[in-house]
């Protein structure tokens, strides 16, 4: 998936650069 929905951050780094604004746990 790379960025299908034109998402800010790739699938990929998503989890890697992820704001603290996301809260993604």
Known sequence: MQSCTGERYPTRSIK???PRDW???
């Open 23 to 25: 809260n993604y746990s």
């Open 16 to 18: 890697q650069k992820v």
